[in-house]
């Protein structure tokens, strides 16, 4: 019988085992830290440098000067004798940008002429003069032919049909974060539409005193588009008192509708049994 005995003890001329990999270690930490720096690096030139690529990207104040521009190119699409009017632009606030943080969105609109049955046919000879970054297109829509387009700067631009012989157009940011907010500069420029606002208002009998709200727009040739609109009260007279002021050829005569061109001023009239409003407007150059 053998006398060999195994203690489970290894002798001591047995190789130690091997040392844990600490320079290895060392090298994925920092390989690690590297990594983590560059992407750093990647994030911040990004954010500095590339365009947005969401809306909650860019603030209602960093919009504010696409929707005027876009509005302007708007203004020149429809032509001179086109355009009847450019609305005031119009914050609200109240929407969510994210479900934790409050927004407002700007908008802004103009009203186009399209007598009965052209509607189609306005709209896209508008998209057809627009400018071709905007993509802008006619299809149908929940209630007739819509212009859809893209202004820019997530910046969406409608239109469509109102039933009454016009189109309104409007220029919309979207809800997005205020920033720096909007405040547009009051418009001090004056022209013939005042003028022309005055003529309408004293052929109606309404009262002429006050002064009338002015909203510009700047037209892409770097002129302005001009409205000067004024509310009456009730008066005597209804849009036939108008007929000698539009020579015998109004634009629209859709009661209580009524619209014109006074030499370059484009005069909208809607009056009702208790108010009027009159609107004169200058638009931009073709």
Do not use: H, K
């Not at 052209?118 to 400018?131: E, K, M, N, Q, S």
């Not at 905007?134 to 409608?158: C, I, M, T």
């Not at 012989?165 to 418009?187: E, K, M, N």
């Not at 629209?252 to 001023?265: E, I, T």
């Amino acid at each position: 019988m053998s006398g060999a005995v195994q203690t489970g003890w290894p002798s001591s001329s047995d190789p130690a085992p091997p040392a844990p990999a600490r320079r290895g270690r060392r090298w994925l930490l920092v390989a690690t830290v590297l990594w983590a720096l560059l992407l750093a690096g990647l994030t911040w030139m990004s954010v500095r440098d590339d365009p947005p690529t969401v809306r909650e990207q860019r603030t209602l104040a960093e919009a504010a000067p696409v929707v005027e521009r876009a509005i302007g190119e708007l203004a020149r699409a429809a032509g001179t004798a086109g355009l009847l009017e450019l609305g005031p632009a119009r914050v609200s606030a109240g929407c969510r940008v994210t479900p934790l943080a409050d927004g407002a969105r700007l908008r802004r609109e103009i009203a186009v002429l399209a007598p009965a049955d052209t509607g189609r046919a306005v709209l896209t000879g508008i998209a057809d003069r627009l400018p071709a970054s905007w993509r802008a297109g006619v299809g149908p829509g929940l209630d007739g032919p819509e212009l859809r387009a893209d202004a820019g700067e997530f910046v969406a631009v409608a239109g469509r049909p109102t039933g009454d012989g016009r189109l309104r157009l409007t220029v919309d940011t979207g809800c997005r974060p205020p920033g720096a907010g909007y405040d547009p500069s009051p418009a001090t420029a004056v022209g013939p539409e005042t003028a022309a606002l005055t003529a309408a208002l004293t052929a109606l009998g309404r009262p002429t005193g006050s002064a009338p709200d002015l909203v510009t727009a700047p037209c892409p040739d770097g002129t302005l588009a001009r409205t000067a609109r004024s509310a009456a009260g009730a008066g005597p007279a209804g849009t036939s008192a108008l007929a000698a002021l539009a020579g015998g050829t109004p634009l629209l005569d859709n009661p209580p509708v009524y619209a014109y061109r006074a030499g370059d001023v484009t005069v909208l009239a809607e009056l009702g049994p208790d108010a009027a409003r009159v609107a004169a407007t200058v638009g931009c150059p073709g």
